[in-house]
């Protein structure tokens, strides 16, 4: 007998593949977890339909479960409603910020691609808000890449959408 408690325990180990110090219970994409004698039952909301980093997840909590005994595991993908950077815990974003990145900016929720441009985005290193961006893709698509002009350095953005 497994219970969906121990379940959630062990998720919170899964880490996520692009940024290393967020578990996928920081990102805020496991949706529900079912158990039922030996069957898990999970499912997860993709934070981008088509983003390479969900197979990779999928496998982890796998592999994950499989490492504690737990062999009877599906996990299925819930596409709509779609994930927003609301569902990351608050706990994630500070991880995020000291992780050097910065998180995702509420008001940008509801961002279109116009008002992205417009929006300050916080500098992780000395909170200045007197940023620029420099790319809209970073080390992955989920991210752009911003300037900091008053202490000049680079950083990625977790972007909204
Ligand atoms: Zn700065």
Sequence with gaps: MVTEKEIWVLLEQVKDPEVPVLSVIDLGIVRSVQTQEDKIS?????TYSGCPAMD??????????IEKGYRNVRIQQQLSPAWTTDWMTETGKQKLKAYGIAPPNHKQQFCKEEMFFEEA????RCHSHHTQLISQFASTACKSMYRCLDCKEAFDYFKCH
């Excluded at 999970?42 to 993709?46: A, S, V």
């Design 42 to 46: 999970i499912t997860i909301t993709p």
């Design 56 to 65: 990779v997840i999928s496998m982890d909590i796998r592999l994950k479960l």
């Design 121 to 124: 985005v916080q500098c992780p």
